[in-house]
């Protein structure tokens, strides 16, 4: 039987943790992310997103929608996305490209006030770029300095 890789996007819940604790990346990934299990999600604004393949924990990011929103966006109905990973054992079946095309959709359906999301994304992690530009993400020539060097600051209009 094929796999559909139907792609979906939900809250977190707790029926997920054993397998976002299994997640893992290699160095090269790791050093411009951060792994599910190193977040702590009890922060209010913050709304953990994991992306589901055919009811299983592919990838998973984070949004937000609190004060450091402000650092990269003076839209107040904005919201930065953060932490975005996919399992390296899941790794090369498209599902970060299909979970960002899906992100829009389920921004207005969960998160109706918000028409703008806002990242930063190392000017090394070209990979992670490229995808961004393929979801929609816009590069306005914006650049931050991060713990690891230049960031490019990329919107993403809905």
């Given at each position: ?6 792609i979906e996007?939900v809250?977190?819940s ?11 990346l290699?160095a090269?990934q790791s050093?411009?992310t951060?792994l599910?299990?190193e977040i702590?999600?009890e922060?209010?604004?913050q709304?953990?997103i994991?992306i589901?393949?055919d009811h299983?924990?592919?990838g998973f990011?984070?949004?937000?929608a ?6 990269y ?22 599902y970060a ?7 829009p959709e389920?921004i207005?359906?969960k998160?109706k ?5 806002v990242?930063?994304v ?9 995808l ?5 993400f816009?590069?306005?020539g914006e650049?931050r ?7 490019i600051?990329?919107n993403?209009?809905?």
């Amino acid at each position: 039987m094929q796999k559909t890789n139907t792609i979906e996007l939900v809250h977190f819940s707790e029926e997920f943790v054993d397998s976002l604790n299994d997640f893992d990346l290699p160095a090269e990934q790791s050093q411009f992310t951060t792994l599910p299990k190193e977040i702590s999600i009890e922060m209010v604004g913050q709304y953990p997103i994991v992306i589901l393949s055919d009811h299983v924990p592919v990838g998973f990011f984070v949004l937000h929608a609190t004060d450091r929103v402000k650092e990269y966006s003076t839209n107040p109905k904005a919201m930065l996305l953060t932490a975005l990973s996919i399992d390296h054992k899941q790794q090369g079946n498209g599902y970060a490209k299909k979970g960002m095309l899906a992100l829009p959709e389920f921004i207005k359906r969960k998160f109706k006030d918000c028409n703008e999301v806002v990242l930063v994304v190392n000017h090394k992690n070209i990979p992670a770029q490229n995808l961004y530009l393929k979801a929609g993400f816009v590069d306005n020539g914006e650049r931050r300095m991060g713990r690891i060097g230049e960031q490019i600051v990329m919107n993403l209009y809905l």
